[in-house]
């Protein structure tokens, strides 16, 4: 059965970093393009960062120049680095492999930014 499992989530202070890191396994993970994802309480569930297979990079408007999405093909995972956090990056985020049809979902990590 394919797994994502996340970690790194917390509590930090606004202007604080985390850094995610999604583990997958049982999969081809090379193919498959990456996504973070956020949901926020009584939000809709926003994609965060994408990085293909290619390792072409994009971001929502409001993680640009604050979050970097990376990809480690040989230990099949994808991280995601955040930095400068602000209150409004509190959610709990989810990584999702992405091929064609086949998508995988991890269990979500909580990320809270408050002082």
């Known amino acids: 059965q394919v797994q994502l499992v996340e970690s790194g989530g917390g509590l930090m202070q606004p202007g604080g970093s985390l850094r995610l890191s999604c583990a997958a396994s049982?999969?081809?993970?090379?193919?498959?393009?990456m996504n973070w994802y956020r949901q926020a309480p009584g939000k809709q569930r926003e994609l965060v960062a994408t990085?293909?297979?290619?390792?072409?990079?994009t971001y929502v408007d409001s993680v640009k120049g604050r979050f970097t999405i990376s990809r480690d093909n040989a230990k099949n995972t994808v991280a995601l680095q955040m930095n400068s956090l602000k209150p409004e990056d509190t959610a709990v985020y989810y990584c999702?492999?992405?091929?064609?049809?086949?998508?995988?979902w991890g269990q979500g990590t909580q990320v809270t930014v408050s002082s």
């Open positions: 990085i293909t297979t290619s390792r072409s990079t």
């Open positions: 999702n492999a992405r091929y064609r049809n086949v998508e995988w």
């Open positions: 049982r999969i081809t993970f090379g193919i498959y393009d």
